[in-house]
């Protein structure tokens, strides 16, 4: 069983910043693309950052440079360093991985969540 542990939300005034975790846990072979994934009150869900295994990277307009996502293979986290907060930035951040489990197959996994609230 695979397993995604978001860590890191909390309150911040705007034009502040937050760093968010998500460590991968469990019988996992190997992990391919991870992404950050946010949604609003009302709002569909919508991609933030992603990137491959590789290490290639790609952003949503909204975020582009304020935001940064990074990865260690080593100990299967990946990272959103978030600066100069926006309101418009609240939401609940979700931690998404391509994760193999065994040679040939791989499953889609999300974490549970964690809050980001940007307010004065």
């Known amino acids: 069983q695979v397993q995604l542990v978001e860590s890191g939300g909390g309150l911040v005034q705007p034009g502040g910043s937050l760093r968010l975790s998500c460590a991968a846990s469990?019988?996992?072979?190997?992990?391919?693309?991870m992404g950050w994934y946010r949604q609003a009150p009302g709002k569909q869900r919508e991609l933030v950052a992603g990137i491959t295994g590789g290490g290639s990277t790609n952003y949503a307009d909204s975020v582009k440079g304020r935001f940064t996502i990074s990865r260690d293979n080593a100990k299967n986290m990946v990272y959103l360093q978030m600066n100069s907060l926006k309101p418009e930035d609240t939401a609940v951040y979700y931690c998404?991985?391509?994760?193999?489990?065994?040679?040939?197959?791989?499953?889609?996994?999300w974490g549970q969540g964690t809050q980001v609230t940007v307010s004065s």
């Open positions: 469990g019988s996992i072979f190997s992990i391919y693309d």
């Open positions: 998404n991985a391509l994760i193999g489990v065994i040679a040939g197959l791989k499953n889609n996994y």
